[in-house]
């Protein structure tokens, strides 16, 4: 006996809405750290990557926060509508149009010999600023980590299609990718900043300053993830990205360690070549050095008495060594989550450049909140300690540092932002 079917459920209707399909061209103002599917290395075949690009849209979405959400729940719902979740296909699809020509590969680093305790000798083969910037290039034993990448004046295309409901949440995105995002590795420390190339103005209004975008879109003030807070132009101009990424971090490698600056004058010693780094102005080393009860005899008198660790600001972990015999032994500091182990905090301060309306070349800084606000010491694999950051200092935890110019030591991001070039 047949059975009839029971009738098919009835669909909801799908809102009839217009797509978006929006073309735009970039190229590179500074070299590309890495990029590819393994770390640090570069991809031959497809350079620019889809993948990534969703990624870091997603990011500046919600570190831009157009949407004005004030909970995790409601960001994460207003999220899976426009890219999507485990159960929601995604509104928006982003197309490689075509990729730069091939990049010419920039050495970095070199070893050129042993030290007496069989650790390589390394030299940086860029500005000593851009190896700064570099660093995670540099391998104590001797092996390369890569290279960084120069694309030149090597442009590639990108194609974003999706319904025009989500047009003001797409202007945020790309908004704060261009101004403030790039492609690859270390993109807040300015490596692979990135910048249109094509006519401004097609089927999208994406403001064309941070100025212009910050009085757009003013977020929902203190949230739990990482969002826009402050962004600066520097008043210099300079005659290319490079350039200009090379002032950013030379001036925060002096801020953190440069002598003079963020140490004791270089010192000659006496049966040793060349100049010695000075000691440290910041109050981590003497804190520590009461920590573990440990001082060197030359150290035993302090710089400053303040239990602080104000560098955490900038980012963890920070790895301490102390050279001296008699100092503590190598430790690091971690940012401490509900009183659990954070293996990194990336740095909230993001520095790169930025060609204005007027196509010159400056400095550009831009802070995200929050920042890390409790961290641990780590020692032979194990916690020794847990400290509040404590940002800013008080004034007078700094008076005693044997230094005019103490802004720094007060809150270390707010210093920056008044030495930006």
């Not at 459920?9 to 890495?34: A, Q």
């Not at 990718?177 to 590795?185: I, M, S």
Request: a positive charge; glycine letters at 8%; charged letters at 30%.
């Amino acid at each position: 006996m047949s059975r009839t079917p029971p009738p098919a459920p009835e669909l909801p209707e799908h809102p009839k809405s217009d797509l978006i399909i929006e073309e735009r061209t970039y190229r590179f103002l500074t070299p590309v750290f890495g990029g590819g599917v393994t770390p640090q290395h570069h991809d031959p075949i497809t350079p620019i990557r889809v993948p990534a690009i969703r990624g870091q849209l997603r990011f500046w979405w919600r570190a831009v926060n157009p949407g004005g959400h004030t909970s995790v729940e409601a960001l994460r719902k207003a999220e899976a509508k426009i890219f999507g979740d485990t159960e929601m296909r995604s509104r928006l699809v982003v197309q490689t149009v075509s990729q730069p020509s091939k990049p010419r590969c920039i050495p970095t680093f070199e070893t050129y010999g042993w030290t007496d305790k069989a650790k390589p000798k390394i030299r940086h083969l860029v500005g000593e600023h851009m190896a700064y910037g570099a660093f995670p290039l540099r391998d104590e034993e001797g092996k390369s980590h890569g290279s960084l990448l120069d694309y030149g004046d090597s442009v590639f295309s990108l194609r974003f299609i999706f319904d025009s409901s989500a047009r003001d949440h797409m202007e945020a995105a790309l908004w704060g990718w261009e101004t403030f995002g790039g492609l690859g590795a270390r993109t807040r420390r300015g490596f692979g900043a990135i910048e249109r190339t094509d006519a401004v103005g097609t089927k999208l209004s994406v403001p064309t300053s941070p100025e212009a975008g910050r009085e757009r879109w003013t977020g929902a003030g203190d949230v739990p993830w990482p969002h826009l807070v402050r962004a600066e132009l520097g008043s210099k101009s300079f005659r290319e990205g490079r350039e200009a990424q090379s002032a950013l971090l030379g001036e925060l490698r002096a801020m953190r360690q440069g002598p003079g600056v963020g140490r004791r004058p270089l010192k000659k010693v006496p049966g040793k070549k060349g100049k010695r780094p000075g000691r440290s102005y910041w109050p981590e080393p003497d804190a520590l050095r009461r920590l573990f009860k440990s001082w060197a005899n030359k150290h035993r008198q302090e710089c400053t008495t303040a239990d602080a660790f104000p560098r955490a600001a900038l980012g963890l972990p920070i790895v301490f060594h102390f050279s001296t015999k008699g100092d503590p032994e190598d430790c690091h500091l971690v940012a401490s989550v509900n009183r659990q182990k954070a293996e990194r905090w990336a740095s909230p301060l993001i520095l790169r450049p930025y060609r204005d309306s007027n196509k010159a070349v400056r400095a550009l800084a831009a802070e995200l909140a929050p920042r890390p606000r409790r961290a641990l010491v780590y020692s032979q694999g194990r916690p020794r300690a847990e400290h509040d950051v404590r940002v800013p200092l008080e004034p007078g935890e700094v008076s005693s540092m044997p230094k005019p110019e103490r802004a720094p030591f007060l809150d270390p991001i707010d210093a920056f932002f008044q030495r930006l070039p």
